[in-house]
């Protein structure tokens, strides 16, 4: 984030940007809250999550509930709430975060410097959350309306990981809900200079991706709230991930399915019961990998 604008700065250009956006766009005025717990653990949300790529890298994250949501979206469209469909929902909240995204994405560059946005993604579950990174920093706002909370979050990098960003040193990303499948990947990847980092679905994925830019995906086909097709279906759509490459890793080895995964843009595809040593091959191939040298012996 830009050191010139500190956190009072940015809650200020949060808080304007998403009042003046609720009121104009759908007549609704919300306002700061200081509430501590925002949404009970099992209440479902309804995210919308918007990229800033380029001179800054940050996540816009809004999140609000079902009965908020459609009270928005009738609001918009000039609808009872009871009639709005799951698509309307779709389209309201991520044009909102998309807006509030466009509106504050000045405080995390500095003047002259080029930003942009990714498409909105559209995500619906309960303790949906973009894991911790090193080198990311979370900002968290809360709003009150009487139909519930309105939460923004941002999620950017700070100033030396995007130091280390500009380094040669490519990042791998793991998307995979199976931590022992994460654990040896990133094993097999350790002699060699790079950086891993994981996510447990596609949804956070998608958006670690956006953020981070990694030289390489390694794509699982089963995972909750959204697949591995899904998600490389949306990576190949989004102009700022659409030229990273993706391996797709599976439990089958239908050959209709590699073929198909393929024909949607993916690098390569790898099987479970494969050896893991040919995801290693092809991440050495894509990225010409360095190996790391061997530890002097005592």
């Given at each position: ?127 949906v959350d973009l894991e911790s990174v ?97 998600t490389l279906e949306r990576l190949k ?24 995964m393929k024909a949607k843009g993916a ?32």
């Amino acid at each position: 984030m830009n050191a010139a604008a500190d956190a009072q700065e940015l809650k200020t250009s949060v808080d304007d940007a998403v009042m003046t956006i609720f009121d104009h766009m759908i007549g609704i005025m919300i306002d700061p809250s200081r509430c501590g717990a925002i949404f009970n653990p099992a209440e479902i949300q309804v995210i919308g999550m918007v990229a800033i790529t380029g001179a800054a890298q940050a996540i816009v994250c809004l999140r609000v509930s079902p009965k908020f949501s459609s009270v928005a979206t009738a609001a918009m469209f000039g609808l009872e709430p009871a009639s709005v469909t799951e698509p309307d929902i779709n389209d309201v909240v991520g044009e909102l975060t998309n807006m509030i995204a466009g509106k504050i994405k000045a405080n995390l560059r500095t003047e002259g410097e080029l930003c942009s946005l990714s498409l909105p993604t559209i995500i619906r579950g309960t303790k949906v959350d973009l894991e911790s990174v090193s080198g990311v920093q979370r900002h968290s706002y809360t709003f009150h309306d009487p139909n519930g909370a309105v939460v923004l979050e941002i999620y950017a990098l700070n100033q030396e990981e995007k130091n280390h960003m500009n380094n040669h040193n490519p990042k791998i990303l793991l998307v995979d809900d199976s931590r022992a499948t994460r654990a040896v990947v990133a094993k097999m990847l350790s002699g060699h200079h790079c950086e891993i980092i994981e996510a447990t679905n596609g949804a956070a994925g998608l958006d670690m991706a956006r953020l981070h830019q990694p030289g390489l995906i390694v794509l699982d086909m089963t995972m909750p709230i959204m697949n591995g097709i899904e998600t490389l279906e949306r990576l190949k759509a989004d102009a700022v991930t659409k030229a990273i490459p993706v391996i797709m890793l599976s439990a089958n080895s239908n050959p209709e399915e590699v073929e198909q995964m393929k024909a949607k843009g993916a690098a390569n595809y790898i099987t479970k019961t494969q050896k893991p040593r040919l995801i290693l091959d092809c991440a050495l191939d894509l990225l010409k990998l360095e190996p790391r040298a061997a530890a002097a012996s005592i």
